[in-house]
């Protein structure tokens, strides 16, 4: 199968509905003290990561049965990776170091890959009441909508389209990560006449571009696949794109780099 087969609307509104569940779960514990510990490969995780998964594995196997999953915390575990022509891609909470510091930056990513491409994806920030999901091009949508166990829309703000702006050459907006900023992106955005930086954490940086708040984010630095796949399909979804640095599209299912990324550039409205 190289396509879901199912109702595509019917799904998108599944995935938005397990990453809202998915969020009230790691409020849940956004409001107390937050227990760390140190996963393989040296990166922080918390009894919130945990949570989130265990509510949006089962349901997003219920809501397409045939499809694999590949998810963060099922990996660090050693589940073996799953891919197929359609796979879903999930990070249950992207920006850990962010949640860890409270500063509201972080992620729920769900996203689904068809033939190596980002088709469908949601990114929910439930510590800003932010929500940016995709189905397709020019189906790009954010809204407010709180965090709720019941995974519901009750008392969201309309959807809003979303769609990238097209950049000022007299100036652009770069985004960049508030935790992984380095010399080689800077280095890089020399070659852009950049007149403003927002850092952000998470996915939202994609989110950001989609929005039409920024316009260019390259990222030299390691990133796994669920990391980018939600805010990539976003993005994509509101005309924008990421390509690596050779100008190739990223593409997703990269067994043989075990799911990691290689360099690459976000970008909005660019010529």
């Known amino acids: 199968m190289t396509q879901f087969q199912g109702d595509r609307n019917e799904l998108m509104n599944a995935l938005c509905r397990i990453a809202i569940r998915a969020g009230a779960a790691i409020m849940d514990h956004y409001e107390t003290e937050i227990v760390v510990t140190e996963k393989n490969d040296k990166t922080p995780v918390t009894v919130a990561d945990q949570d989130a998964e265990d509510i949006i594995l089962p349901a997003l196997a219920k809501a397409a049965p045939d499809i694999p999953i590949v998810s963060e915390e099922a990996t660090a ?14 990070d249950p909470l992207d920006g850990t170091r962010e949640f860890i510091n409270k500063n509201g930056e972080f ?17 929910y920030a439930p510590a800003k009441n932010r929500i940016f999901y995709a189905s397709g091009p020019n189906e790009a949508y954010e809204c407010d909508v709180k965090p709720n166990h019941e995974g519901t829309f009750d008392g969201a703000s309309t959807p809003a389209p979303l769609r990238v702006r097209k ?5 652009m907006t770069a985004v960049a990560s508030r935790s992984h900023r380095d010399h080689k992106t800077d280095e890089y955005l020399e070659m852009y006449n950049i007149k403003d930086f927002l850092t952000a954490g998470s996915s939202l940086k994609f989110c950001l571009i989609a929005a039409g708040e920024a316009d260019i984010y390259p990222r030299h630095g390691r990133t796994m696949e669920w990391d980018t796949a939600a805010g990539h399909a976003v993005l994509s979804g509101a005309g924008g794109r990421v390509d690596e640095m050779d100008g190739a599209p990223l593409k997703y299912g990269k067994l043989q780099r075990g799911l990691d990324n290689p360099y690459f550039v976000a970008k909005g409205g660019l010529d």
């Open 77 to 90: 575990a050693g589940a073996a990776l799953k891919v197929g022509p359609a796979f879903f891609l999930v």
């Open 107 to 123: 992620t729920v990513n769900i996203a689904l890959i068809e033939a190596g491409v980002p088709t469908m994806g949601v990114v």
């Open 167 to 171: 950049a000022n050459p007299k100036g």
